[in-house]
């Protein structure tokens, strides 16, 4: 990380603007208070462009090269809150979470601290790279890796207590609901281009509940894998 960068940011990247962006959050429907702590402790501005970086505040999707995108911070503080069983922020971290789509990292940073164990899948090699030297400089030290595809989810280390994925696949993989442990939760963004919804799969005794949390836009889920 160059020293021009500064994880405790200036003006547009300072703390006080991140404070900002969590009362927004919490004015739009983010009430849990582990989510909001996350947004304003997470230096998004490291996680964009330089070019970028000014704009990493605003409650927009931002480009990460590749063709892939930065969620807006509403979506990610969204689908934690919806990943994580209800609390006042007192509660133990969960013990194992997969993320399918590290990106940039972000999300990846933002889940970190909400559970022991944080397994992460990414299918384009370069991302995945560059994502792990910055969440590395960044002291997060409870973060695996894996370039692989994402629609396969992490046999050997299942089952999770929650699995999040940053981009839409047609339909739910199997392979990630086998994967769930007992009262696990998947968050998962499911549809076609301009058709998504957001989805939440809880595992119960008797099978899967499933709840549909609203429209979404994210990038297709692709298998497979690139450099």
Sequence with gaps: ??????????????????????????????????????????????????????????????????????????????????????GNGAEPPLEK?????????????????????VFTIERIGSLQRQARTRLNELGFGNIRYRHGDGMAGWPGQAPFNGIIVTAAPTEIPPLLLEQLAPAGRLVIPVGPPGQQDLVRVTRGEEGFHSEVLGRVSFVPLLGGTDR
């Design 1 to 86: 990380m160059s020293e021009q960068r500064d994880p405790r940011g200036i003006g547009m990247t300072s703390a006080r603007t991140r404070e900002r962006l969590a009362q927004r959050l919490a004015a739009n429907g983010i009430q849990d208070p582990r989510v909001l702590e996350r947004i304003r402790s997470v230096p998004r501005h490291l996680f964009v462009d330089e070019a970028l970086e000014t704009r990493a505040y605003e409650d927009s999707p931002l480009p990460i090269g590749q063709g892939q995108t930065i969620s807006q911070p509403w979506i990610v503080a969204m689908m934690t809150q919806a990943l994580l069983p209800p």
């Design 97 to 117: 979470l997969l993320e399918i789509g590290t990106g940039c990292g972000y999300q990846t940073a933002v889940l970190s601290p909400l559970a022991r164990r």
